[in-house]
């Protein structure tokens, strides 16, 4: 049995940047077991696996699919680069005539619109509540969200991006320092510099050695968390965000009255073929 599989580099125009993420169409589901398996041969941070909801559907008709992403270690309940990576599938590939396509997931309905050269995706905002008072230190700011277990860690206005770009974490380290469940991933962030171009409003890294990535390239769940932060903390409902990892990624950010974030972004297609099983 062969099935298909893609690899997108997203939240990038340019091959080799952002972040990459592996998509598999599927006809039918298989076993966990089996997706764990393919998502440990790809590894990546994440790959993603779509299937039909209803049998009469087809990939270029359906507008609705079940989607499920997998790290090399674990199934995660929510992942931005492998979604906008899965709607670039459809669209591109697929030729799915939708204007919008919706996925169910274990975060609930993820729609994608199309936009241009891009993609605009509707995610759930998902808003940390503070966990300590740090004072004058080069730590600023630690929030919290429980719905997605990130800690985001904001690092002092007087650091700028190369000192969040020169920081070295260990990942073994980091993983050994938080056993008690609550904490999944570590966002480091900074205040941006809107005034001069492109104006990014903030930058990040992210880090998940709990499920196997020691650090993600380019991040939409952690975007979630950072977009309702940064939102606050700058009055502004619209964002220019950069990922400021070895790859590096944008992310154009718009937080929504109804609870909800739009994230915007593109992809480029680096590898296309089929995995025998």
């Not at 992403?69 to 591109?92: I, Y």
Request: aromatic content about 10%; overall charge neutral.
């Amino acid at each position: 049995m062969e099935i298909p599989v893609y690899t997108l580099d997203a939240f990038t125009n340019s091959p080799f940047k952002g972040n990459p993420a592996a998509v598999c169409p599927l006809i039918r589901e298989l076993s966990d077991d089996l997706y764990q398996k393919i998502a440990v041969e790809m590894n990546l941070s994440e790959t993603a696996f779509i299937t039909r909801i209803n049998q009469s559907d087809d990939f270029t008709k359906g507008s609705r699919f079940h989607l499920r992403w997998f790290t090399p270690a674990t199934e995660v309940n929510l992942c931005g680069h492998a979604t906008l990576a899965s709607a670039a599938v459809l669209f591109q590939y697929k030729q799915n005539i939708n204007p919008t396509l919706v996925f169910e997931t274990r975060s609930g309905e993820l729609a994608v619109t199309r936009k241009g050269e891009g993609y605009v995706m509707d995610f759930p905002l998902n808003p940390p509540t503070q966990e300590a008072a740090v004072g004058n230190h080069p730590v600023q700011d630690v929030y919290l969200s429980s719905n997605t277990e990130k800690l985001l860690v904001r690092l002092a206005d007087s650091c700028d991006r190369s000192v969040l770009t020169s920081l070295k974490v260990d990942p073994v380290t980091l993983q050994s320092s938080e056993r008690s469940g609550r904490v999944k991933g570590l966002i480091l962030t900074i205040k941006g510099s809107p005034n001069c171009q492109p104006g990014y409003d903030f930058y990040s890294r992210y880090f998940a050695p709990w499920y196997g990535i020691p650090e993600d390239p380019v991040t939409g769940s952690a975007h979630t968390v950072l977009g309702s932060y940064w939102s606050k903390k700058l009055g502004k409902k619209k964002m220019l965000a950069y990922q400021c990892s070895s790859r590096g990624g944008e992310l154009e950010l718009e937080v929504r009255d109804d609870g909800r974030i739009n994230i915007a972004g593109q992809a480029v297609t680096v590898l296309q073929g089929s995995i025998t099983l």
